[in-house]
């Protein structure tokens, strides 16, 4: 008789991490490792947890270890992935995750995902002191113009339990010609009431960023694939315009078949602070990534 066809297998496991860096001394440290599991079925799942720590001047440091489960299938026609799971804080309260979205395709270059996620606002330190939470819903669209020329825009909308209201949106024009791409990039973000000062996060009434970038990618060696990039462009905040720019690095190498190592950096002056027109950003990024 045939061997019966094994029940969960282990797909990968992938070991990301990220730290991030501002001219304001804030610190995000965040460190999650992901274990993806199928079935003979084809649905998939998957396991994260970690550790991630918060550091901001004249505010305690806050240390979290996530614990989610996901799943991911088909419904139909409809892509689904679903995740839900507890942060659990060194000082504050135990608080819930969910995340959930559905990707319909529109033609067979085209799809229309909608989003929903609740939970903990990880934007620094003192937000999560403040026990900030977030509703946060939306949509995102993908068309494949042509072979070459790609469009990505999408859509959120935010409800806090501090009764702010929040409206972003974000497009992105693409086009590749060989080891080249340029991009076209227009972000707007606004809330409705402006508690930077009393709930620590920024929320702006109206911000607006445009840019241009450059990005070449090529392999410099058979096992190893780099990209370098730069945006040039301008942010307006309450009415002021200052340059906005940026520059992105990162690396891939395939140390075995089953084995990937990837390390980024990037740096930007892109406003995530009031009345700061000297900001600035930067992080690193890296992880491994093993298939079994």
């Known amino acids: 008789e045939p061997a019966p066809a094994p ?23 965040t460190f999650e490792p992901v274990l993806r599991f199928h079935l003979p079925d084809g649905n998939r799942f998957s396991i994260t947890s970690g550790f991630n720590q918060y550091r901001q001047p004249n505010q305690d440091t806050v240390n979290q270890i996530p614990v989610r489960f996901g799943w991911e299938g088909q419904v139909n026609n409809v892509q689904v992935q679903a995740s839900a799971g507890v942060d659990i804080f060194n ?19 085209a799809s229309l995902t909608g989003v929903v996620s609740q939970g903990p606002y990880q934007f620094n330190a003192e ?51 060989g080891e080249f791409t340029l991009a076209a990039n227009l972000f707007n973000w606004r809330y409705n009431q402006d ?18 970038e450059l ?29 906005a720019f940026g520059v992105q690095a990162r690396c891939v190498a395939q140390l075995s078949p089953n084995l990937e190592a ?3 950096y990037r740096y930007d002056n892109v406003l995530e602070r009031s009345g700061d027109s000297d900001f600035n950003s930067r992080a690193i990024t890296g992880g491994l990534r093993m298939t079994f």
């Open 7 to 29: 029940g969960l297998v282990l797909d990968s496991l992938e070991i990301p991490f990220e730290d991030t860096r501002n001219s304001n001394e804030e610190q995000n440290r």
């Open 91 to 109: 000082r504050l309260p135990t608080a819930l995750n969910a995340d959930l979205s559905a990707t319909v395709p529109l033609s067979p270059s």
């Open 127 to 177: 937000t999560l002191n403040n026990q900030i939470t977030a509703l946060r819903y939306g949509v995102n669209l993908f068309w494949q113009i042509e072979p070459n020329l790609s469009l990505y825009s999408q859509l959120r909308l935010g409800n806090y339990n501090d009764g702010n209201v929040e409206q972003q949106s974000f497009s992105r024009l693409e086009y590749r010609l």
């Open 195 to 212: 508690l930077e000062a009393s709930s620590g996060y920024f929320s702006p009434p109206d911000f607006l960023v445009y840019n241009g």
């Open 215 to 243: 990005a070449w990618e090529r392999d410099l060696l058979e096992a190893l694939r780099c990209r370098l990039g730069g945006t040039l462009g301008q942010q307006r905040l309450r009415g002021e315009v200052q340059a």
């Open 262 to 264: 990837n390390l980024g």
